[in-house]
Structure formats: C-alpha cells, structure tokens
T-cell receptor
Framework: NAGVTQTPKFQVLKTGQSMTLQCAQDMNHNSMYWYRQDPGMGLRLIYYSASEGTTDKGEVPNGYNVSRLNKREFSLRLESAAPSQTSVYFC????????????FGPGTRLTVL | TQLLEQSPQFLSIQEGENLTVYCNSSSVFSSLQWYRQEPGEGPVLLVTVVTGGEVKKLKRLTFQFGDARKDSSLHITAAQPGDTGLYLCADHSGTYKYIFGTGTRLKVLA
C-alpha cells in the first residue's frame, strides 16, 4: 500500500517550458487535491477534484490546469512555467471518513529559472 | 476569505522543555485539524477537533479548541528531537476545501 505517490520528486524548468506533475493514490479515495507550499505562506489550494470526472478551482489556479484521469490519478500541468511558480507542490487525497483526514504525497520541488 | 494565523512563526527549544503554539482564525472554525510536516515530506494529520472547548491528548501533545471555536493551541510536554517539524492548523469547511495556516516551524535541540 503506497498511499499517495508523486512524480517527479525534483524538477528544474526554464521560463516558458511546460510540464505535468503526476499524482496517484491507491486508497480508493474519491477526492484529490493539488497544493503549493511557499515559505511563510502555508499550503495554498490550486485545484481539487471532489470525485472522478469533476475538477474545481482553488485559491491560486492561474497558470495551472488539471486532469482527473481516473479515480486513482490526478495530474497538474503547467503550460508555460514562470519563476513565480517555483514552489513545492503537494498532492493529497481524502478518506471521506469522519476525520476527513488528508493523506499527502511526498511533494515535488519545482524550480523555474 | 478566512485567514488562519499561527504563532510563533519559528521556535527553537532544548530537549525536555515545554512549548505551546497557537492558531487563530478570522472566522469560526468548522472543523479544526492539526498536521505535522517533517522536512522533505508531506503533512500528516495529528488530530481533528470539532466542539468548542474540546481538549484532546495524543501522548505528549495536548490540543485545545477555544470555546468560541476561533482559536486553538497545541502544547507539547517534554519536547524531543523527533517533534521537530512544521506544525500546521487547517479548517475543513465541510465542503471539499481545506484552508491552512501559515505554520509554526519547531526545532528541538538535543
């Protein structure tokens, strides 16, 4: 049982390049999330998917797109990377049980030059 | 927009000391969660509190939820180096969204 996995773990891009961050969970969770974490700003929600086939914007969606490929996988795409998107990106899924516990992946550290 | 402020921002203490960190919300919490994040990893849930005035204990950690449900504290007794990490509070609004605080970065020195 791997929980939530993310690839890649590290990535360096040049301004204007595109890339897709991959996330998968094997816990049969319905809801999945993408966050970015910047120093002194906690975790900010980029997009979320309440269930397979649905996606919604979070607090900071500009410059990103998402795809809920199936129940397991939720990807985040940067079409034209900017230095302001340098951050650590976390994917999470939610159990949906009483605690509404979010299970997080290990993160992707992205640097845009 | 709800804002969660955590204090202090940074805390460095010696092993064996006690400490308290705080989380204050600009509006009433729906369901307050505390997470701990270790370096290089994602956050891990410690506790969920819902009822005003509620106190929960997890080994050496004591979580208190304010009566008015707008503030919370986390007290650690006899801190250990393994307690080092970033402590985050979060509000789960009952929809699908979670709002996180800015975090308290704790370092416990051996």
């Amino acid at each position: 049982n791997a929980g939530v996995t993310q690839t890649p773990k590290f990535q360096v891009l040049k301004t204007g390049q595109s890339m897709t961050l991959q996330c998968a969970q094997d816990m049969n969770h319905n809801s999945m999330y993408w966050y970015r974490q910047d120093p002194g700003m906690g975790l900010r929600l980029i997009y979320y998917s309440a269930s397979e086939g649905t996606t919604d914007k979070g607090e900071v969606p500009n410059g990103y797109n998402v795809s809920r490929l199936n129940k397991r996988e939720f990807s985040l795409r940067l079409e034209s990377a900017a230095p302001s998107q340098t951050s650590v990106y976390f994917c999470a899924s939610v159990s949906g049980r009483a605690r509404n516990e979010q299970f997080f992946g290990p993160g992707t550290r992205l640097t845009v030059l | 927009t709800q804002l969660l402020e955590q204090s202090p921002q940074f805390l460095s203490i010696q092993e064996g000391e006690n400490l308290t960190v705080y989380c204050n919300s600009s509006s009433v919490f729906s369901s307050l969660q505390w997470y701990r994040q270790e370096p290089g990893e994602g956050p891990v849930l410690l506790v969920t509190v819902v009822t005003g005035g509620e106190v929960k204990k997890l080994k050496r950690l004591t979580f208190q939820f304010g009566d008015a449900r707008k503030d919370s504290s986390l007290h650690i007794t006899a801190a250990q180096p393994g307690d080092t990490g970033l402590y985050l509070c979060a509000d789960h609004s009952g929809t699908y969204k979670y709002i996180f605080g800015t975090g308290t970065r704790l370092k416990v020195l051996a």
